[in-house]
């Protein structure tokens, strides 16, 4: 009963989901288009003016008077999504632009501000805040006009909820609840000429390449700077992605899903993974190998447990580190049957939240297994009410067991174990992973 792994198709491979297409303002955007530059293809190699998301986690990546929404499509003009910047100002550019991460202030909280010499626009679901633009002093006091970039930074990435605001080589941590600056040199870091917070990583554009980096020190690791193109759109020629299209819901199949102790969930399929808490920068697919480098051919099942991630493959289980970079455990992996009591194959695993018995589904049959007791055995098994499970997961509002791509809900693990009665199945939906109905 070893799970196929043909499944790409299920998810897509460029790094968004997010689909493209200009809002309607009810007016010709044929004819906006008329009186700007021509537009500009960002796989030329450009230079982004300033990279924002929105409070949908649609990204917007600025040049002179257009934008592109999301990781693919053409250039549109700006006024198509930012209709006051050209019928009521009549800008060429931004200089920079950030997402506000304010909850103690719901007004400003998830607000796109866009920069421009001395002045800066509040928007909020793409029309301009009243009383914008506004000088930058009366909102950032003691940050300075003509910006080069700007990013968000809440707190727990920053010492405080915060924006990074970049202007030659220095940078200006400025503290959203005091008002304060600190101003910094990073000399190891290229000047900025737009800035992006994605997946709680923090990105330096310069040029057509970026390099990733810290938010507090600036300190750069690994090899960089990388040529966006691979990475942050869609190019011919260029990784992550090819002519991949968005998958139908009716597609998508799942060989496992989790979620671990600080709330990121994943999904897997083939040898692909996606991130599905990440609602405000879109949903992506990434090779597994990026983030368990160890593990390249797929996962037949995974849970989450004590600060860890358990992925199970053949006869093997691979345990990782949860936090950040993810490492694999010194002496793994091991067998199923030295790490869990069990043989393989495996079809499906979870653990619910402050438990510690992981329910290993085996073909048509759950058993339960004491993660606390040494040596681990299993302790009980029961009958299952449905066949074809590939993936499980426990969450706040109970059990979901993924069949191809439909889903069953129940409360409990022993309601899962002892009801002979089949709820109706679920079908998965475009905001669960991201596809198209």
């Known amino acids: 009963m070893r799970k196929c792994l043909n499944k790409e198709k299920s998810f897509n491979l460029h790094l968004t989901l997010t689909l493209t297409g200009p809002l309607d303002h009810g007016h010709d955007h044929h004819e906006d288009q008329a009186h700007h530059s021509a537009n500009p293809d960002r796989c030329d190699g450009i230079e982004f003016d300033a990279i924002a998301p929105d409070e949908k986690g649609n990204s917007f990546f600025f040049k002179g008077d257009h934008l592109w929404k999301g990781f693919t499509g053409p250039a549109q003009v700006s006024s198509a999504f930012f ?49 914008y633009p506004k000088d930058i002093q009366l909102d950032f006091p003691g940050v300075p006009s003509h910006l080069d970039a700007a990013v968000e930074c809440p707190k727990g990435d920053c010492n405080s909820d915060s924006v990074l605001f970049f202007k030659g080589e220095e940078v200006y941590n400025y503290d959203i609840a005091t008002q304060s600056v600190k101003v ?88 692909i993974y996606m991130r599905l808490d990440t609602h405000r920068d879109g949903k992506h697919a990434f090779p597994i190998a990026r983030t368990w480098k160890e593990v390249t051919d797929g996962v037949d099942a995974v849970f989450s447990y004590s600060d860890k991630i358990y992925i199970i493959k053949g006869d093997q289980v691979y345990i990782y580190k949860s936090a950040a970079p993810s490492t694999l455990i010194e002496g793994y992996p091991k067998s199923l049957t030295e790490e869990l009591g069990i043989e393989g194959p495996v079809n499906a695993a979870f653990v619910c939240e402050d438990h510690h018995i992981v329910h290993i589904i085996q073909g048509q049959t759950m058993y339960d297994i004491d993660l606390s007791a040494t040596p681990r055995t299993v302790a009980r098994e029961a009958p299952l009410p449905i066949s074809g499970i590939e993936a499980g997961m426990c969450g706040p509002d109970g059990i979901k067991v993924f069949v191809g791509s439909e889903y069953y809900h129940y409360e409990t693990p022993r309601i899962l174990a002892f009801s002979r009665i089949r709820p109706e199945p679920k079908t998965i939906t475009p905001d669960m992973m991201g596809c198209v109905e």
């Open 184 to 271: 910094r040199q990073w000399a190891h870091l290229p000047n900025c000429t737009s800035a992006f917070r994605w997946l709680e990583q923090y990105y330096c554009f310069h040029g057509h390449n970026f390099t990733r980096f810290h938010p507090v020190s600036g300190e750069v690791n690994g090899a960089y700077p990388k040529d966006a193109r691979h990475y942050f759109m869609s190019c011919p020629k260029f990784g992550h992605g090819g002519d991949a299209k968005v998958p139908k819901c009716s597609e998508v199949t799942l060989d496992a899903i989790t979620s671990d102790k600080s709330g990121k969930t994943y999904a897997f399929t083939g040898r």
């Open 83 to 131: 209709m006051e910047l050209d019928d009521h100002h009549h800008l060429g550019h931004v200089d920079a632009a950030f997402r506000m991460h304010n909850k103690e202030k719901p007004e400003d909280h998830d607000h796109i501000f866009l920069f421009l010499d001395d002045k800066v626009f509040s928007y909020y679901n793409h029309s301009l805040e009243e009383g």
